[in-house]
Nanobody, 128 residues
Framework: QVQLVESGGGLVQTGGSLTLSCAASGAYLGYYFIGWFRQAPGKEREGGACISGSDGRVYYSDSVRDRFTISKDNAKNTVYLQMNNLRPEDTAIYYC?????????????????????WGQGTQVTVSS
């Protein structure tokens, strides 16, 4: 089991940018799929941006593609989410999720599902 700690959330105006970080411990992220999931008030948690820890393949949901960029630094065992052109509808708690690559078929199926391991979340609020 991997432990995940998110940071970098905050309040930003529409059109602004934020960078989130997910620091992992207890396991090497190279063996995992890792992703950023979000949950807005009254809505279900949804996957937004996911990355393969081994080869860096990425998957984005339609709602964040072309605005968000996920990246990783295996030496730091950390995954990042660069969020640009933020919109009020991006307001949510953002969670880092991870799952061992051997237990899920594809990166896409990981990103549209619910990972085994979660961080505590970080709040992102976009004001209009």
């Amino acid at each position: 089991q991997v432990q995940l700690v998110e940071s970098g959330g905050g309040l930003v105006q529409t059109g602004g940018s934020l960078t989130l970080s997910c620091a992992a411990s207890g396991a090497y992220l190279g063996y995992y799929f890792i992703g950023w999931f979000r949950q807005a008030p009254g809505k279900e948690r949804e996957g937004g941006a996911c990355i393969s820890g081994s080869d860096g393949r990425v998957y984005y949901s339609d709602s964040v593609r072309d605005r968000f960029t996920i990246s990783k630094d295996n030496a730091k065992n950390t995954v990042y989410l660069q969020m640009n052109n933020l919109r009020p509808e991006d307001t949510a708690i953002y969670y880092c999720g991870a799952q061992n690559r051997g237990s899920v078929l594809t990166l896409r199926s990981f990103c549209v599902g619910l990972p085994d391991d979660w961080g505590q979340g970080t709040q992102v609020t976009v004001s209009s």
